[in-house]
């Protein structure tokens, strides 16, 4: 039988004390830090211009705009979140708020990317029971799309308060985000579990919504090729594509990977199985954070009055600026220019020093 090795009394010690030296790494920090401090200010702005647009725009209300208001909302919410972050990971991974307040930093931020997911879902279904099926439309109200969003919201903040109040398993002292041993709690474990089959039925949902809307629009655009509407089926049926593409570039790479992730942390894995495992799941969770960004480019191509208030705004920014431009530039000029009377009498003077100039004998010189 070998002896113990060094790294193995450094692991053993570690995990008796409360920390894990596996999955001590320094490479990400600063990547890390940079990447969520640019998903705040991007997400921050786009998600606040879309809610201001949803809310205080006078826009058609119906129930597409009642989901994407709350996925707007659940996704500045996110992005509150990533501040700690970034704070986290520049200051070499130390947390200094305690235990509780990383629990409630990590499960709401968690909270709100289920609720964007969960909302994505739902709008598929509406957009495809509003195509399929015209006589269903009234179903479909802003009253009924305002009730589910209550009814996930209530679910979920339900689900989180247990997660915050109850200790289930031992957080690091002056840690957070890192990767964390379930083999003695395993109850978070399955959770986690339970929300990545969650996210796979939600897909395939919106693969088959969407397909099926895109391919039906298609359709309806090859049939009947001249009518005016041809056109618009066309872009609609591209913007359905671009829904699900987002979805899949975004959160697929995480929930494919968390399977693996979870199953490491239930059973017996070794140092250099940990340490992967932690890595990786920073990159896909950083893609995962990614959507809080490009989730306001769906506003812009699913809602009208999003799209048109973000050009006036443009429109406006940018006609300010010329004007300001031009105004300097007049200005530059004028001040250039040589500052001459329009009076007669220093016409006059001008026309004699003008006349001195070219003959300097003549009697009025």
């Known amino acids: 039988m070998s002896a113990p090795t060094m790294s193995t009394y450094t692991q053993s010690y570690s995990i008796a004390n409360g920390t894990d030296s596996c999955v001590e790494d320094s490479t990400l920090r600063l990547p890390l830090a940079i990447f969520y401090s640019i998903f705040f200010v ?33 996704d500045l919410l996110l992005v509150a979140c990533l501040p700690f972050r970034v704070v986290y990971h520049s200051i070499g991974n130390h947390w200094a708020l305690g235990p509780v307040m990383c629990k409630v930093v990590g499960n709401v ?34 009253c009924w799309s305002t009730l589910v969003c209550g009814t996930i919201w209530t679910l979920s903040i339900t689900a989180i308060i247990p997660m915050i109040v109850l200790s289930e398993g031992n957080e690091e002292k002056e840690k957070c985000f890192q990767y964390k041993h ?51 089926y066309n872009r609609t049926a591209k913007k359905s594509f671009f829904v699900l593409f987002l979805f899949t570039i975004c959160f697929c790479p995480y929930h494919v990977f968390r399977i693996f992730y979870i199953h490491s942390q239930i059973t017996e894995s070794s140092c250099h199985v940990k340490s992967i495992m932690d890595k990786t799941n920073e990159v896909v969770l950083l ?20 799209r048109k208030a973000t050009m006036r705004m443009l429109g406006n920014f940018f006609q300010v600026q010329e004007i300001s431009g031009n105004s300097s530039s007049t200005e530059l000029r004028r001040a250039s220019l040589p500052q001459v009377s329009s009076t007669p009498r220093n016409s006059i003077s001008l026309l004699i020093t003008q006349r001195c100039k070219a003959s300097p004998n003549s009697y009025q010189c």
């Open 109 to 142: 931020f968690y909270m709100n990317m289920y609720i964007s997911i969960t909302l994505l879902g739902f709008i598929s279904v509406d957009r495809y029971i509003k195509i399929h099926r015209g006589s269903s439309r009234r179903l479909l109200s802003s």
């Open 287 to 306: 893609l995962s954070t990614f959507n809080s960004c490009l989730d306001p480019v769906m506003y812009f191509l699913l809602s009208a009055s999003v």
């Open 42 to 74: 991007f997400g921050l702005l786009g998600n606040a211009l879309a809610l201001w647009v949803f809310i205080f725009v006078h826009g058609k209300k119906n129930s597409v705009r009642v989901f994407l208001i709350n996925i707007a909302m659940a």
């Open 182 to 232: 379930r083999r003695h709690a395993k109850g978070k474990a399955y959770f986690n579990l339970v929300m990545v089959v969650i996210f796979w039925l939600i897909f395939l949902l919106l693969v088959i919504s969407y397909g099926k809307i895109a391919m039906k629009l298609l359709e309806a655009s090859k049939k009947k090729p001249d009518l005016p509407n041809a056109i618009k």
